[in-house]
């Protein structure tokens, strides 16, 4: 149980268009989802919460209208990179809970998305 | 700003060895977590912690959730290829959303 499915899992794109990712949570219902980043060989860093229903909240430097977050139902939330630099290259990934559980119970974690920017 | 200290970054051993990281921070944790992390997925969860002095075992892996509340270890007895890998440690705190915090990882090669 508890498989949050993240798609896609690779893609390449070019400068200045958006790419969106989608996070599912296939077996459980998740009020809350978590999109962190990773650069190679370098830590989870936390981005932003997406809320279901209510906007995201996004940690310190990270630009809320870089990285657009939208949680419309119970299972899925969905992170949009609009306007990619080079720089935005890196992978994504995204966790939840079952509503249910309490706050510190563990996350799941979706399998990343590898985002190259060209 | 929160943040976790883990060590060692990496880790050569041999297979069969046994293996000790830990992580520590300034501030107080209520939950200490333990993931595995295989190249190019998302990190698996190994161990998970939530009572102070609490010692839990899964497997050859056994963790400890520090009686100050600001540390933790992971120890991986007679490690095997498999074992290969990045592992982090994570905590989140009272009041914040239920967000998890990392540590930097530790990357554990195991020659055979």
Redo the contacts between chains.
């Keep these: 149980g508890a498989v949050v499915s993240q798609h896609p899992s690779r893609v390449i794109c070019k400068s200045g268009t958006s790419v969106k990712i989608e996070c599912r949570s296939l077996d459980f219902q998740a009020t809350t989802m978590f999109w962190y980043r990773q650069f190679p060989k370098q830590s989870l860093m936390l981005m932003a919460t997406s809320n279901e229903g209510s906007k995201a909240t996004y940690e310190q430097g990270v630009e809320k209208d870089k990285f657009l977050i939208n949680h419309a139902s119970l299972t899925l939330s969905t992170l949009t990179v609009t306007s990619a630099h080079p720089e935005d290259s890196s992978f994504y990934i995204c966790s939840a809970r079952d509503y249910r559980d309490a706050d510190n119970s563990p996350l799941h974690f979706g399998n990343g998305t590898r985002l190259t920017v060209t | 700003g929160q943040q976790l200290n883990q060590s060692p970054q990496s880790m050569f051993i041999q297979e069969g060895e046994d293996v000790s990281m830990n992580c520590t921070s300034s501030s107080i944790f209520?939950?200490w977590?333990w993931?595995k992390q295989d190249p190019?997925?998302?990190?698996?969860?190994l161990i998970?912690l939530?009572k102070a002095g609490e010692l839990t075992s899964n497997g050859r892996l056994t963790a400890q959730f520090g009686i100050t509340r600001k540390d933790s270890f992971l120890n991986i007895s007679a490690s095997i290829p498999s074992d290969v890998g990045i592992y982090?440690c994570a905590g989140?705190f009272y009041n914040?959303?239920?967000?998890?915090?990392?540590?930097?990882?530790t990357?554990l090669s195991v020659k055979p």
Excluded at chain 2, 96 to 105: D, N, T
Aim: glycine share 24%; proline share 4%.
């Design positions: 209520n939950t977590l993931y190019g997925e998302g990190p698996v969860l998970a939530y982090f989140s914040q959303g239920g967000k998890l915090i990392f540590g930097q990882g990357e």
